[in-house]
Structure formats: C-alpha cells, structure tokens
Antibody
Framework: HVQLQESGPGLVKPSQTLSLTCTVS??????????WSWIRQRPGKGLEWIGY???????YYNPSLQSRVTISVDASKNQFSVKLNAVTAADTAVYYC????????????WGQGTPVTVSS | EVVLTQFPATLSLSPGERATLSCRAS??????LAWYQQKPGQAPRLLIY???NRATGVPARFSGSGSGTDFTLTISSLEPEDFAIYYC?????????FGGGTKVEIK
C-alpha cells in the first residue's frame, strides 16, 4: 500500500526559499509508470499543479511557477523534493505531494498535505 | 494552457437526489480528464479517470461521461458522505490543470 508523506518547515520568510520533501513508502519510485508531483492549495481556494518529475529526472512545471520552482528526486531514498524560491504571501498554501499514474492520467495517491505560511 | 471551467460553483441538494456536475475545457482534451472529491481537511481522492472509469473502491453511484471539451460527473443518489467539493483535472500536451471546483452542499 503506497503512502506519501510531506515534510519541511511550516513557516518561511518572504523572499526566501520554500523547501519540502516527500517520502514514498510501500513502493519503489524507480518505475516508468508514474510521475511524482507537487500540488498546492491556497487557503479557501482550488488545487494548483506545481510540477512533477519522472524517475529518470525529467521535470515538467506549471508555466506560471516555472521560473521559481525546482523538483528533484532521490530514488535511492524514495524521496522527491520541491524548492520554490523568492516566496511571497501568495505562496502560503497547503502543499501536497502526489503520485500520478500514467496509465490513468490521474493522481491516485496523495500525501496528507503540509501547511506552509510565508510571513516575516 | 487548457482552462477547465466547472459549473455550477455550488449545488444545493438533499440526500437521495441526483447530482450533475459539469466541467468544460477551453480546448479538446480527448478523454484525458479525471474527477476528484475533497472533504474539509483532507487530500483529494481520485474518483474517475479517463472521463468515465471509476477508480478502485469508488461506489457505483459515481459515474463520469464526456469527451473533447464537455464532461459530466453524476452522483446518482447522494449519500451523506458525498457532500464535498469536486474538482476536474486534465493532462494533455498543453500541460496539467484543475478546474475551480463545485461544492455539493446539503440543502
């Protein structure tokens, strides 16, 4: 049974870099069947795809965030990470990691989400 | 980018009633469309993929239809646990986007 768990600071200062890690358990990340993804949800708002990474390291980002975001993977640790730089209050959100299964073109496993507040 | 527009924004219904939720894409996404259910304080849950396929464990009262630009999620008879927010999502050559959501609330 696959599980994903986000970890990282819950408070980040404006202009600094938000860094989160997702640990995957119950399955290997070394598979061409999935994209490992980050999604966020601002308070009271809908879902926003940040980007995803393939096990090979290929990345795909939301064009609106592409200039500030980097997603990386460490398959040996079954972890993948997101860095979002130059954050502002608009980046305050719950951040989810999720697995997109290519065969269904949908996110079938999600982490519980971790809230991140950008404030001085 | 493909913009997904969901309507109505809010649907007020009673348990046992039929719910019909719509999602319209700004360009054709074929059947690369999924539906999710989200309850307060929880992560979204995949309900439907490829427009009409139920995900594992999803009750048969949930069904999806459509292709191209117009899609529908139908809940045949609302159970108390179905009152939640529903999102559509597409993945295509133009990236990945979510709709703004439809809230199904108790009337």
């Amino acid at each position: 049974h696959v599980q994903l768990q986000e970890s990282g600071p819950g408070l980040v200062k404006p202009s600094q870099t938000l860094s989160l890690t997702c640990t995957v358990s119950g399955g290997s990340m070394n598979s061409g069947d999935y994209y490992w993804s980050w999604i966020r949800q601002r308070p009271g708002k809908g879902l926003e795809w940040i980007g995803y990474i393939y096990y090979s390291g290929n990345t795909y980002y939301n064009p609106s965030l592409q200039s500030r975001v980097t997603i990386s993977v460490d398959a040996s640790k079954n972890q993948f990470s997101v860095k979002l730089n130059a954050v502002t209050a608009a980046d305050t959100a719950v951040y989810y990691c999720a697995r997109l299964t290519i065969a269904v073109a949908g996110f079938d496993y999600w982490g519980q989400g971790t809230p991140v507040t950008v404030s001085s | 980018e493909v913009v997904l527009t969901q309507f109505p924004a809010t649907l007020s219904l009673s348990p046992g009633e039929r719910a019909t939720l719509s999602c319209r894409a700004s360009r054709s996404v074929s059947t690369y469309l999924a539906w999710y259910q989200q309850k307060p304080g929880q992560a979204p849950r995949l309900l439907i993929y490829y427009a009409s396929n139920r995900a594992t464990g999803v009750p048969a009262r949930f069904s999806g239809s459509g292709s191209g630009t117009d899609f529908t999620l139908t809940i045949s008879s609302l159970e108390p646990e179905d009152f939640a927010i529903y999102y559509c999502q597409q993945r295509s050559n133009w990236g990945l986007t979510f709709g703004g959501g439809t809230k199904v609330e108790i009337k």
